[in-house]
């Protein structure tokens, strides 16, 4: 009997997708926990910890939050994760909307996960309009692509 899945470049695969989702998001929320428990103790500053978000923690879930499609309960689990860390576990004491605003909208500039998904997604949408991108990807993606009507719908 054979592995019902495999691990490559820090990213589980597998032929089923459930599978490969769940494996992805379930060791990432580990170790999202885990990594914020030791910042925990630290009396860190709205800013730090921030800073600790966005730059340790946001950082490691690049890696499944690109290729692979939405976990949006995930996604939610996250950005609670975030918050909680952010706050102390005591409640948001600032609104969202403002927090992950910029500063000169009096915000500090907070990463909001879902946009931060949103964004990654994108950024492969970009890649794959690139008239010089010649991936070999690309190449599977227009095969994929080409029962909707190919490129012209984006």
Same mark, same amino acid.
């Given at each position: 009997? $054979?592995?019902?899945?495999? =691990?490559? &470049?820090?990213?589980?695969?597998?032929?089923? +997708? /459930?599978?490969?989702?769940?494996?992805?998001?379930?060791? /990432? +929320?580990? !170790?999202?926990?885990?990594?914020? !428990?030791?910042?925990?103790?630290?009396?860190?500053?709205? &800013?730090? #910890?921030?800073?600790? +978000? =966005?730059?340790?923690?946001?950082?490691? &879930?690049?890696?499944?939050?690109?290729?692979?499609?939405?976990?949006?309960?995930?996604?939610?689990?996250?950005?609670?994760?975030?918050?909680?860390?952010?706050?102390?576990?005591?409640?948001?004491?600032?609104?969202?909307?403002?927090?992950?605003?910029? @500063?000169?909208?009096? $915000?500090?500039?907070?990463?909001?996960? =879902?946009?931060?998904?949103?964004?990654?997604?994108?950024?492969?949408? #970009? /890649? @794959?309009?690139?008239?010089?991108?010649? $991936?070999?990807?690309?190449? &599977?993606?227009?095969?994929?692509? /080409? @029962?909707?009507?190919?490129?012209?719908?984006?």
């Amino acid at each position: 009997m $054979g592995k019902e899945k495999v =691990k490559a &470049l820090g990213v589980w695969l597998s032929t089923n +997708l /459930k599978t490969t989702i769940g494996a992805n998001h379930s060791e /990432k +929320l580990t !170790t999202v926990r885990n990594s914020l !428990t030791c910042w925990e103790l630290r009396r860190l500053s709205l &800013l730090g #910890k921030i800073t600790v +978000l =966005k730059s340790l923690i946001a950082s490691q &879930l690049v890696y499944i939050l690109s290729p692979l499609p939405t976990n949006h309960n995930a996604i939610k689990v996250i950005n609670n994760i975030f918050f909680n860390f952010l706050w102390d576990g005591k409640g948001d004491k600032v609104k969202h909307d403002i927090i992950i605003s910029d @500063y000169e909208n009096g $915000g500090l500039r907070m990463i909001d996960i =879902k946009l931060f998904n949103q964004a990654r997604k994108s950024a492969w949408i #970009k /890649k @794959y309009l690139d008239r010089e991108n010649h $991936g070999q990807w690309k190449l &599977l993606f227009d095969l994929e692509l /080409k @029962y909707f009507g190919g490129e012209e719908i984006f």
